[in-house]
């Protein structure tokens, strides 16, 4: 598998994110950052396995829900706690098509 189409570009404004699925299953948060850019990242916090997308997301810094974890939206690196980190998928743009590549990419999982 290579890049594969997950959505548009009208599914994910600036300041919004969601989640979509691939075809072999992966689920993949895509976060509209600023300036208009793209980002795609693990969906599940590697805290506690929480999905990212009941969180809180303010257009550079994504937060869980449960133990307010935070993550910067353009590194998936932890800020709070700074030993974490998402794992984060390629990105293209097509046109309006968003297309990920999750081709040999783990989840990440926090030791905390």
């Not at 850019?37 to 303010?58: K, N, T, Y």
């Not at 449960?66 to 743009?93: E, R």
Request: aromatic share 8%; hydrophobic share 40%; with cysteine.
């Amino acid at each position: 598998m290579a890049f594969e189409k997950i959505c548009t570009l009208d599914d994910v404004w600036e300041g919004d994110m969601d989640v979509f699925t691939t075809s072999c299953g992966v689920d993949v948060l895509i976060l509209g950052v600023e300036n208009g850019e793209i980002r795609a990242f693990q969906a599940m916090c590697p805290h506690q396995a929480i999905e990212l997308v009941d969180g809180e997301f303010d257009g550079k810094i994504l937060t869980c829900k449960a133990h307010l974890w935070q993550f910067d939206s353009n590194t998936g690196k932890g800020l709070n706690p700074k030993g974490c980190q998402l794992a984060q998928y390629p990105v293209k743009i097509d046109g309006e098509d968003i297309h990920v590549n999750v081709e040999g990419i783990e989840p990440l999982k926090s030791d905390c």
